[in-house]
């Protein structure tokens, strides 16, 4: 098989830009994986995933979560964007 031309690459390169060019939106994305387990795009590099069970837990804590959140960072302990 013999090795694509730089002008084929570059319409591939063009091709795949059209189709979305990837999860930079800054959109929270949601998806179902084939194990069950419900995965959320757009918080970093990586996804969010977690079972069903997982995530009620989770947002049944939420104002626990939210006062852990503003005292540690009020405390300076938390890694936080520069705007």
């Known amino acids: 098989m ?3 031309s730089y002008e084929d690459l570059k319409a591939r390169v063009a091709e795949l830009e ?3 060019g990837g999860r930079r939106s800054g959109e929270l994305e949601f998806k179902v994986g084939e194990k069950g387990g ?3 795009y757009g918080l970093g590099r990586f996804p969010v995933t977690l079972y069903y069970e997982q995530w009620v837990r989770l947002l049944d804590s939420f104002e626990k979560l939210r006062a852990f ?4 960072k009020a405390k300076g ?3 936080l964007k520069e705007k």
């Open 38 to 40: 419900v995965s959320v």
């Open 18 to 20: 059209k189709q979305g």
């Open 69 to 72: 959140l503003e005292e540690n």
């Open 2 to 4: 013999a090795e694509p």
């Open 77 to 79: 302990k938390l890694k």
